[in-house]
């Protein structure tokens, strides 16, 4: 069975700032998705970024990019230029290779300090 | 942009009464999922439907859940006999298809608190 590990339950950044968050995971698989989502104080799940494993280059959207090592199921999340808005709960997320059965990790509490 | 909606956005009920939560799914979205978190823990798979069927659940899924598309269009989570410990968010997700589509729309969520 496929699991995601989150080991950071809280962390911290200036604002303006960079902070990366750390993700890893395992799975027998060779292709399958990764994705990061914010969860806000209003619960909702929304989705910041996805990542394809046959896919080499790291996906960037805007100030948030990752760090995709599959050798290492690694898969970190860089938040850029960090805003107040920032401020969430992130999970790191996998998807099979139909994007579904997913697994996400335990989450981590991102704080942006003004 | 369309979206996934849930009612009610929060329901309380009474320990061992039945409560259903509602999903609109996205109009040509094919698969329907469910998923819990409750507050503070990370968020679970329940359950997958896909072809007006289950496609695959999880151990919390027990016989106290069902799911169902009774109309079409809404897509229910049934809870039979609540228990204190089925107090979370309840999160519809749903993906137009398999493959490279890749990812789950998520709806806002319905915060269910058993009392």
């Known amino acids: 069975a496929q699991t995601v590990t989150q080991s950071q339950p809280e962390m911290s950044v200036q604002e303006a700032e960079t902070v990366t968050l750390s993700c890893t995971y395992d799975?027998?698989?060779?292709?399958?998705?990764l994705f990061w989502y914010k969860q806000p104080p209003s619960r909702q799940m929304i989705l910041v970024i996805r990542?394809?494993?046959?896919?080499?280059q790291n996906a960037t959207e805007n100030r948030f990019s990752v760090n995709f090592q599959k050798a290492a199921k690694s898969f970190s999340l860089k938040i850029s230029d960090s805003q107040l808005g920032d401020a969430a709960m992130y999970f790191c997320?996998?998807?099979?290779?139909?994007?579904?059965?997913?697994?996400f990790g335990p989450g981590t509490r991102l704080s942006v300090l003004p | 942009e369309p979206e996934v909606t849930q009612t009610p956005s929060h329901q309380v009920t009474q320990m061992g009464q039945e409560v259903i939560l509602r999903c609109v799914p996205i109009s040509n979205h094919l698969y329907f999922y469910w998923y819990r978190q409750i507050l503070g823990q990370k968020v679970e798979f329940l359950v997958s439907f896909y072809n007006n069927e289950i496609s695959e659940k999880s151990e919390i899924f027990d016989d106290q859940f069902s799911v169902e598309r009774p109309d079409g269009s809404n897509f229910t989570l049934k809870i039979r006999s609540t228990k204190l410990e089925d107090s979370a968010m309840y999160f519809c997700?749903?993906?137009?298809?398999?493959?490279?589509?890749?990812?789950?729309?998520f709806g806002p969520g319905t915060r269910l608190t058993v009392t």
């Open positions: 990542q394809e494993a046959y896919k080499q």
């Open positions: 997700a749903t993906i137009r298809t398999s493959g490279i589509a890749g990812e789950q729309y």
């Open positions: 799975t027998s698989e060779s292709d399958y998705y």
């Open positions: 997320a996998y998807g099979d290779n139909y994007g579904q059965n997913f697994v």
